[in-house]
């Protein structure tokens, strides 16, 4: 797309460039698409909105235009004032298609937003970048996984892309923070507004140490049909998209095939059969996405050298023999208490005791049913 004119900076932007661009985008029927249309047409907003009604409708049906150039009303200038007024502080900044700061990943995008939020450094949105997405509800495996894998790949620069959601998202976000590839967090609300609630802190730190994103205007509540097109955006944004335990039918896969289609690289961890959350992740498996076992498998496919990886920690001091005949008949996959009794041959109590012990060591996570699962 070609814009006339050069520009502002998107730390110096005026209110006016700002209401031009927050008309454009705000329009009625006016998305993405008729946006690009427009500004390839004519150029910046400002030019575009200064066009007669007739050279408008050579581009977009005229009762578009009509709403194009109708004057504002009290809510889009309550929302341009609201913007001027977020954009001037600082940390903050309205980025558009126009902007040499507009992250040049998402032009690859059908749609990519005319207008980004984004809050904290800039620079984080241009480095090399891997997005870690999975369940809400994840397991304390899985916690552990994204994590683990956040922390070692931005121990060696890459930056981990997610979208600030319970569960996984949270954990590879903070893992992140850990290196100092650091961290951007695509939201599905308002910029001005933390979702869920919980995270406020760490979307503190998040805005500190690298970037929060919203293609979404200032004050946009939780709108459950906005987090798909969020998900979109995490895709575009990264290298690859590595899923760490997905259902069969969530958000995760739709990511993941996002990127696919926009030829990202795709991971997955597999897991137990006998496991819901594994299914999302085996079914991506086979239809082609790379299955990985640590950061190296990653950083082999990205080309990226891992040989900077962290070294693997020391292993746990040794159980006692007791927890070790425990941990050895409970494996992997989720078992009751009964269970473990037949296979140890230990009695009831003790292996009750044993399992209260391992769970709050961390060694084994309990799950739904009174099962007992391994950690790895």
Known sequence: ????????????????????????????????TAAHRLLAAFGLPQQVLAQPLSTLATVIPKPLA???????????????????????????????????????????????????????DLATLARPSVAIVGARGATQQGLRDAESFAASLSAVGLTIVSGLALGVDAAA????????????????????????????????????QGAIL???????????????????????LAQGVLVIEAAERSGSLITARQAADLGR?????????????????????????????????????????AAALPAAPARPPAQPETADTLLAALAYDP?????????????????????MTLELAGAVERLPGNRYRRLA
């Open 1 to 32: 797309m070609t814009t006339a004119g050069l520009p502002p900076s998107p730390g110096t932007r005026d209110a006016d460039d700002i209401a031009a661009w927050l008309r454009l985008t705000a329009a009625p029927g006016i998305g993405p």
């Open 66 to 120: 009509l709403g194009l150039l109708a004057p504002p009303g009290q809510a889009l200038r309550e929302a341009i004032a609201r913007t001027v007024a977020w954009a001037a502080e600082p940390g903050h900044h309205l980025v558009t298609l126009a902007d040499d700061a507009y992250p040049r990943r998402l032009l690859d995008l059908a749609d990519p937003p005319p207008v980004l939020y984004i809050t904290g």
């Open 173 to 208: 976000h903070a893992g992140s923070l850990r290196g100092p590839g650091s961290t951007v967090a695509v939201t599905g609300t308002g910029a001005d507004r933390i979702y869920p609630a919980r995270h406020k802190d760490l979307a503190h730190r998040i805005a500190a």
């Open 214 to 236: 919203s293609e979404f205007p200032l004050g946009t509540p939780v709108l459950q049909h906005n987090f798909p097109r969020r998900n979109r955006l995490i895709a575009a």
């Open 265 to 305: 690289e795709v991971f997955a961890i597999p897991g137990s059969i006998h496991a819901p959350l594994s299914r999302g992740c085996h079914l991506l498996i086979r239809q082609g996405a790379k299955l990985v076992e640590g950061p190296q498998d990653v950083l082999e496919e990205l080309g990226t050298p």
């Open 335 to 355: 078992v009751t208490p009964d269970v473990l009794c037949v296979r140890s041959g230990l009695p009831a109590e003790q292996v009750v005791a044993r399992l």
